[in-house]
């Protein structure tokens, strides 16, 4: 998907009706903004063939085509395209798939004979806009997934020795208390001996230090 700060939208209509399709070439033609650039095709498979081998902003899409019905084009488009916003067209009576295809990931939908120029536009940049959201909210997600996956915290209950201290991990494995740590945690070791073990272990050592 380009950016919309481009000075030109390039959007792709994928419409099997010539009549609809000089419509929204008109429409586009009279609207006040300026910078879109136009191209369709009337079948979905040429259509994802287009969206394979060149740069497209947004998609336009019926859906009533000769090679597809209903949401699936939708579906199609999204599930090989995922970062590209569409906009589908519908029939009056098909505003539940319109509604539908949002739902599916489709950025908005409008009704065949009820659009005008300004309609168009501001729904074409409404959905850019949409989806330029959607794809930093995810980004933001990822990357507070990756942060807490960093970050190592203990709590709960630790089973651990009474008398040598080792702690028994979730696999059933005694670990020395300092290597359960490192794991768990992002707490760093440097070894010392405390004044009771080294009266205890070294006890000429320690009076000699006492005095």
């Known amino acids: 998907m380009g950016n919309m700060n481009n000075s030109v939208i390039k959007i792709l209509l ?3 009706n010539p009549g609809d399709v000089r419509l929204i070439e008109e429409m586009l033609t009279e609207s006040k903004s300026s910078g879109f650039a136009l191209e369709s095709t009337d079948r979905l498979s040429a259509g994802l063939n287009l969206l394979e081998k060149k740069r497209f902003d947004i998609v336009l899409l019926d859906l009533g085509l000769p090679d597809s019905q209903g949401i699936y084009a939708v579906l199609r488009i999204i ?5 590209m916003p569409v906009i589908v067209l519908t029939g009056l009576s098909d505003e539940v798939v319109g509604l539908e295809a949002i739902s599916k990931g ?19 940049r409404y959905s850019l806009e949409r989806k330029r959201i959607e794809e930093e909210k995810e980004k933001l997600i990822k990357d507070l997934r990756d942060a807490l996956g960093k970050i190592k915290t203990l709590s709960g209950m630790l089973p651990i020795c009474a008398s040598c201290k080792k702690i028994r991990d ?3 494995y005694w670990n020395q208390i300092e290597s359960y ?3 768990h945690s992002e707490a760093e070791f440097s070894h010392g001996i405390c004044p009771e073990c080294a009266e205890k ?9 006492k005095k």
Do not use: C, T
């Not at 009704?111 to 729904?123: A, Q």
């Not at 272990?201 to 230090?209: A, L, N, S």
């Open 181 to 183: 740590l490192r794991d």
């Open 201 to 209: 272990f070294y006890p000429d050592y320690y009076k000699g230090e």
């Open 170 to 172: 979730d696999k059933g």
């Open 79 to 83: 599930e090989s395209f995922p970062a």
């Open 14 to 16: 994928i419409e099997d």
């Open 106 to 124: 489709a950025q908005d939908y409008l009704v065949k004979g009820h659009i005008e120029s300004n309609l168009l536009v501001r729904s074409l």
